[in-house]
């Protein structure tokens, strides 16, 4: 089963509107890590956050971590069509050798 | 100029074939990825590698072998390809510690 599950499958909203999405998963983990796939293209790394570390900004994104609840969430604020995309967390296990397992993916409409 | 390069970008063929997805990288990591894509599944990890000589399954390696032919090159083979290899694969690079994978633009592989 996948480690990484994200909430909701599907966001619409308006441009101008902020977009949070969710993620749950369920061992320990190294470090939480989202990224952002354009339609027809791989996958962009967004941000990473550390199991030390509770919250983490870049840009207009906005990234917490919860390990006593498993979860994380990625805020974009003041959404842009550009925006429009899918967005997946992905987990790196503690003392893995590095390998990243993905969730399902939030696929994300920003409305001009 | 493209870090990771995937070719082909699309590739249509049938039952049985043999086919090789190849992958070249310019950003010097020695961990390299291959994962496969289908709708509503995420990425899934098929094999990986962290140098020259060391080759691991991924949670989907059958049907599927890899050779690691210099640090900068990593190919995905199907030996004899059946129609549920169907899929967008993906390529990808990581160097050491807590860093991000960079992806390719991937293959999109249909099997009639």
């Known amino acids: 089963s996948q480690q990484g599950e994200e909430d909701p499958q599907a966001l619409s909203i308006q441009e101008g509107e902020n977009a949070t999405m969710n993620c749950s998963y369920k061992t320990s983990i190294n470090n939480l890590q989202w990224y952002r796939q354009n339609s027809g293209r791989g996958l962009v790394h967004l941000i990473l956050i550390r199991s030390n570390e509770r919250e983490k900004h870049s840009g207009r994104l906005r990234v917490t971590l919860d390990t006593s609840k498993k979860s994380s969430s990625l805020l974009i604020t003041a959404s842009r069509a550009a925006d429009t995309a899918s967005y997946f967390c992905?987990?790196?296990?503690?003392?893995?050798?590095?390998?990243?397992?993905f969730g399902k993916g939030i696929t994300l409409s920003v409305r001009p | 100029d493209a870090d990771v390069t995937q070719t082909p970008r699309n590739r249509i063929t049938k039952t049985g074939k043999r086919i090789m997805l190849e992958c070249s990288q310019t950003k010097g990591h020695d961990r390299m990825y291959w994962y496969r894509q289908d709708p509503g599944l995420g990425l899934r990890l098929i094999y990986y590698?962290?140098?020259?000589?060391?080759?691991n399954k991924g949670e989907i390696s059958d049907g599927y072998s890899v050779s690691r032919q210099a640090q900068a090159k990593f190919s995905l083979s199907l030996e004899s390809a059946i129609p549920n290899q169907t899929a967008l694969y993906f390529c990808?690079?990581?160097?050491?510690?807590?860093?991000?994978?960079?992806f390719g633009d991937g293959t999109r592989l249909s099997i009639l």
């Open positions: 992905a987990t790196a296990l503690t003392g893995a050798n590095s390998k990243l397992t």
């Open positions: 590698s962290f140098d020259v000589k060391d080759i």
């Open positions: 990808a690079t990581r160097g050491q510690g807590n860093q991000p994978q960079h």
